[in-house]
T-cell receptor, first 112, second 113 residues
């Protein structure tokens, strides 16, 4: 069974520090990778996507992809209390397939 | 710019009752999805529709049926609700999931007693 694994946390990070969230996936043929943020009681919101090995930066967020090691990570610089949420990793595991497989999410708490 | 609209937002059912969750998107997306989210289980795919007129089972389809009424609308029906179907249900749509991911609706919190 194709899987996406995340540490459920909770992960506590002081305000202003870097939060590092990790995700591993089982299917070596996976093509595209997404990070969603979900506030408590709300729906998931897409914040980053990455297709190629290496880093992709967008404001305070950096997504990192290593296909050889089958992991993708999300770094949040200068963490703010408003970053406190659950972060879901999602993977498109079959090229041409219209489905994403989600991890169970990592709960992040930013401590003021 | 409504995006993906789900109704109702909350619902309480008695065991054995039936109901239909409605979902509509105004982004001209081809693909639509129904997920359930349970604590510790993450988002699990119930059914999806890659295009108008087609539907396919996901990971947890038992006890559910779907209808892709047209390109905009994708409904989820529970014929005989069970307590195990207590969950938060999300509808999502996508222009092309492998490149753009999904846009989610606001969710339906369903309790079956």
């Amino acid at each position: 069974q194709k899987e996406v694994e995340q540490n459920s946390g909770p992960l506590s990070v002081p305000e202003g520090a870097i939060a590092s969230l990790n995700c591993t996936y089982s299917d070596r043929g996976s093509q595209s990778f997404f990070w969603y943020r979900q506030y408590s009681g709300k729906s998931p919101e897409l914040i980053m996507f990455i297709y190629s090995n290496g880093d992709k930066e967008d404001g305070r967020f950096t997504a990192q992809l290593n296909k050889a090691s089958q992991y993708v990570s999300l770094l949040i610089r200068d963490s703010q209390p408003s970053d406190s949420a659950t972060y879901l990793c999602a993977v498109n595991m079959d090229f041409g397939n219209e489905k994403l497989t989600f991890g169970t999410g990592t709960r992040l708490t930013i401590i003021p | 710019n409504a995006g993906v609209t789900q109704t109702p937002k909350f619902q309480v059912l008695k065991t054995g009752q039936s109901m239909t969750l409605q979902c509509a998107q105004d982004m001209n997306h081809n693909s639509m999805y129904w997920y359930r989210q349970d604590p510790g289980m993450g988002l699990r795919l119930i059914y999806y529709s890659a295009s108008e007129g087609t539907t396919d089972k996901g990971e947890v389809p038992n006890g559910y049926n779907v209808s892709r009424l047209n390109k905009r609308e994708f409904s989820l029906r529970l014929e005989s609700a069970a307590p195990s179907q207590t969950s938060v249900y999300f509808c999502a749509s996508s222009r092309d999931a492998q490149y753009y991911g999904y846009t989610f609706g606001s969710g339906t919190r369903l309790t079956v007693v």
